[in-house]
């Protein structure tokens, strides 16, 4: 049971956005915040010594913000946040405990500045700050998480081929695939059993071949619309997602539901896409080529 849920937290899962852009995400909770006093009026709300109510609440949520924009940033530049690849749902509660923890911290101190002056230098003055900010500034981090939280609960689909018994298998009576581009001079050709993977990237399509036991990046001037025309008679080459097209049969994992996959292909850093337009097509493809 704890080997299972060890697995679970620690499988990859998708960066919280409010963790992933460090101004986006301190604007989004500063004005959450502001909007949620100006509503509701928490009862541990008022008016600071100088301030009005307005004016108070506003300093104490740009405040929150600007922790909590320095703390995202500075965790961004540390290695273990740094990689949204490596990502899983323990560092994304390791990083809303610490973004917690800088706002209530924030909140504290600006008190000595906004508050009547009083007697602040106490445990419960001090939870106090730390309570507030869990149940009302934190809001915005949990509604991110929440919306990934179904990552935790995807069921996974093997393939149960060895790329060995694959590669055997494609390698007999295969034709040379030859992609046509707009430039006369550019010339791209390849075997389907090479094929890996294409990505889109602008007017470009970087191609990765698994070519001579090594895995090969080629780029050419071409639209992955037009890439896939071309490759629209290989039924196990197919596009997942707007700036991706995959060969299903070198697929070694697919974990996702009917709002989409994430795909593993061996010795391919990172996951490939299947867009939830794309999952029905996929589901049924994958299940004929594995």
Request: include cysteine.
């Amino acid at each position: 049971m704890l080997k299972k849920l060890q697995t679970r937290f620690t499988k990859p899962f998708p960066q919280n956005f409010l963790l992933k852009k460090p101004l986006a995400g301190a604007v989004v909770i500063a004005l959450f915040n502001f909007v949620f006093v100006m509503i509701y009026r928490p009862a541990q709300t008022h008016p600071g010594f100088f301030l009005s109510y307005e004016m108070t609440m506003a300093a104490y949520c740009a405040g929150v913000g600007l922790a909590a924009f320095l703390v995202i940033y500075l965790m961004k530049m540390s290695r273990f946040f740094s990689k949204p690849e490596e990502w899983n749902f323990v560092k994304e509660l390791i990083s809303i405990f610490i973004v917690i923890f800088a706002m209530g911290t924030a909140v504290y101190f600006m008190a000595f500045l906004i508050e009547k002056p009083a007697d602040r230098w106490n445990l419960e003055t001090l939870a106090d700050s730390y309570i507030g900010t869990l149940l009302i500034a934190g809001i915005p981090l949990y509604l991110f998480t929440v919306i990934n939280i179904n990552q935790l609960f995807q069921t996974k689909l093997t393939h149960p081929r060895k790329d060995q018994e694959i590669a055997a298998e494609n390698g007999v009576g295969e034709e040379l695939i030859t992609i046509n581009t707009p430039l006369k001079k550019e010339e791209m050709s390849f075997y389907p059993s090479e094929f890996l993977y294409a990505e889109s990237d602008g007017n470009y399509v970087n191609f990765y071949l698994h070519r001579e036991s090594e895995i090969r990046e080629e780029v050419i001037r071409c639209s992955i619309s037009s890439l896939e025309d071309q490759l629209s008679d290989i039924p196990f080459l197919l596009k997942t997602h707007r700036a991706f097209i995959v060969n299903l049969k070198k697929v070694e994992e697919a974990n996702g539901n009917a709002l989409g996959f994430r795909l593993k292909i061996p010795k391919i850093p990172g996951e490939i896409p299947v867009s939830r337009r794309h999952t029905g097509k996929f589901r049924d493809l994958f299940k004929q080529f594995r």
